[in-house]
């Protein structure tokens, strides 16, 4: 693994499932970010991780949960999937939180029916 | 509210100088970050900074709340969605704008 991996890489769910994105990275970074992008919208935070054992929410945390219990995986979890969330989802880690210099993943494309 | 600005479309011809331009409403945003983005790839970030900078083809332009990207010699290869950000001070969290398509005819 060289950089984040991020699974799986597309999934259509029925609405009310329960789904788990996976994100790992390898490069000890400290902070860590979900995204969704959205045509007109750009990418949106939806929650971050500075630090292992922290999180906090972006701008679109409304339906997410994530959790960091150590310093490589940061999973998004939707509890009851809704079409609302239909999106491409990318991860992405920067060495510190607040830099701005994000390295990214190549995005979970999820469809919900 | 704080807002990142561009446009959605910008077309060009190879060979051109292209300039997409952005701008934001984030008052205590100093820096600026444009990241390249293929459909199906990870988005990587292609230059930043709070003075104008080069790297390679890619031109950053600075003023307070905006900046320009300028691709020199545009090529075919370089057609993709082109997105500026700013990390306001107080969250450290970046704010994108909506990304801007690069088209380019040969």
């Known amino acids: 693994i060289a950089g984040i991996t991020q699974a799986p890489t597309s999934q259509i769910l029925a609405a009310g499932r329960r789904m788990t994105l996976r994100c790992t990275q390898d490069?000890?970074?400290?902070?860590m970010y979900w995204y969704r992008q959205d045509l007109g919208l750009g990418l949106r935070l939806i929650h971050y991780?500075?630090?292992?054992?922290?999180?906090g929410k972006g701008e679109v945390p409304d339906g997410y949960s994530v959790s960091r219990a150590n310093t490589d995986d940061f999973p998004l979890t939707l509890a009851s999937a809704v079409p609302s969330q239909t999106s491409v989802y990318f991860c992405?880690?920067?060495?510190?939180?607040?830099?701005?210099?994000?390295?990214f993943g190549e995005g979970s494309r999820l469809t919900v029916l | 509210k704080d807002q990142v600005f561009q446009p959605s479309t910008v077309a060009s011809s190879e060979g051109a100088v292209v300039e997409i331009f952005c701008n934001h409403s984030?008052?205590?945003?100093?820096?600026f970050f444009w990241y390249l983005h293929f459909p199906g790839c990870a988005p990587r970030l292609l230059v930043k900074?709070?003075?104008?900078?080069q790297q390679g083809r890619y031109n950053m332009t600075y003023e307070r709340f905006s900046s320009s990207l300028l691709i020199l010699q545009v090529r075919e290869a370089d057609a993709a969605v082109y997105y500026c950000?700013?990390?306001?001070?107080?969250?450290?969290?970046?704010?994108f704008g909506q990304g801007t398509t690069l088209q380019v005819k040969p």
């Open positions: 992405a880690s920067a060495l510190q939180g607040g830099t701005g210099e994000l390295f």
């Open positions: 490069m000890r970074h400290n902070a």
């Open positions: 991780s500075n630090t292992a054992g922290t999180t």
């Open positions: 984030v008052s205590n945003a100093y820096n």
């Open positions: 900074g709070s003075k104008p900078s």
């Open positions: 950000a700013v990390c306001p001070s107080n969250t450290g969290k970046l704010i």
